[in-house]
C-alpha cells in the first residue's frame, strides 16, 4: 500500500519567510494585515502557520535571536552575564518593541536556550541551579524593563501634563523624557519635607542627569549595582569578583 502526502495546495509560505516579514514590519507596529500585506499572502495561508500574534511575534524573536552575534560563553560568570545582559539590550534597541513583547511574556525557544547556556555557566561556577536561574531571571528583567521604559520616554506622548498643556497653548509638550527633563530642570520646590534644600537641589540635580544620560549608559550603570547584588547575595562564597 502506498503512502501519499497531504493533500492540497502547498502553503505558499515558510516560518522563516514569515519569520522575515515579521522583523521587517517591527515588533512595535506588528499586525496580522501588515505581515500579510508584505508577504502577499492571504489571511487563510498565514494563519496556517501562525494562528495569533504572539505566534508570529515568536517567530521574529527566535529569527533575531539566532542571527545575533551573542559573546562567549567562555569565561568567568560575571563578565560572562554582563556581556550578554548587554548584548541583549542592544539586540531590543536594534528591534524596538521586542523588549515589551518578551516582558509581557511572549518568551520563544531562542530565549529559554539562552537562559540554559547562561545557568550552567553559573552553575559550573559553583551556583546552585536555583540560585543561577535567579540570578539570570533579575538580570533579563533589568534588562527588559530598562529597554521598554526607554522606548516609552523617548515616544511621543500623545497626552500632556496639565501645566504643560497650558504652557505650550495644547498643543503636544513633547515625549514623556522630555516633559521630565524639563520638570526637573527647574528649581527645587518648597517643602516640609525633612530634605534640606542644599540637599534637594543635589537631588533634583541627579535626577536630571539620569533622565538625559545616554540610556545604555545609564543602563550599565544600574547592571553593575545588580551584579553587585548577585555576587553578595546568590554566587558561592569563594567567588570573588571577576575583572572585565
Known amino acids: 500500500m502506498s503512502v501519499t502526502g497531504r493533500r492540497g495546495r502547498p502553503p505558499r ?21 501588515a505581515v500579510r500585506e508584505n508577504l502577499g499572502v ?5 494563519y496556517r502557520h501562525a494562528p495569533d500574534r504572539d505566534h508570529l511575534v515568536r517567530l521574529g524573536l527566535d529569527l533575531i535571536i539566532t542571527n545575533a552575534d551573542w559573546p562567549s560563553l567562555d569565561g568567568d560568570w560575571e563578565p560572562v552575564l554582563r ?21 509581557r511574556g511572549v518568551v520563544p525557544f531562542g530565549i529559554m536556550r539562552l537562559l540554559d547556556d547562561l545557568c550552567a555557566v ?9 540560585n543561577a536561574v535567579l540570578a539570570c531571571d533579575v538580570v533579563f528583567d533589568l534588562v527588559t524593563d530598562n529597554r521598554r ?16 498643556s497650558e504652557n505650550s497653548g495644547g498643543e503636544n509638550p513633547g515625549t514623556p523624557r522630555q516633559l521630565l527633563e524639563r520638570a526637573w530642570s527647574g528649581a527645587a520646590s518648597a517643602s516640609e ?14 535626577i536630571h542627569g539620569s533622565i538625559v544620560a545616554e540610556p545604555y549608559a545609564w543602563f550599565t550603570g544600574k547592571l553593575e549595582v545588580v551584579l553587585a547584588g548577585v555576587r553578595h547575595a546568590l554566587a558561592p562564597r569563594d567567588s570573588t569578583p571577576s575583572a572585565d
Open 149 to 164: 521604559g526607554v522606548e516609552h520616554f523617548d515616544a511621543v506622548s500623545s497626552g500632556s501634563v496639565e501645566s504643560e
Open 13 to 33: 509560505v515558510s516560518r522563516d519567510e514569515i519569520a522575515d516579514a515579521v522583523v521587517t514590519v517591527g515588533f512595535s507596529t506588528l499586525t496580522f494585515a
Open 42 to 46: 492571504g489571511e487563510t495561508t498565514l
Open 122 to 130: 553559573l552553575m559550573r561556577a559553583g551556583f546552585s541551579a536555583e
Open 193 to 206: 519635607e525633612s530634605a534640606t534644600d542644599v540637599e534637594r537641589d543635589a537631588i533634583h540635580t541627579a
Open 83 to 103: 556581556s550578554y545582559a548587554c548584548a541583549a539590550w542592544n539586540l531590543f534597541a536594534d528591534h524596538p518593541g521586542s523588549a515589551g513583547e518578551v516582558s
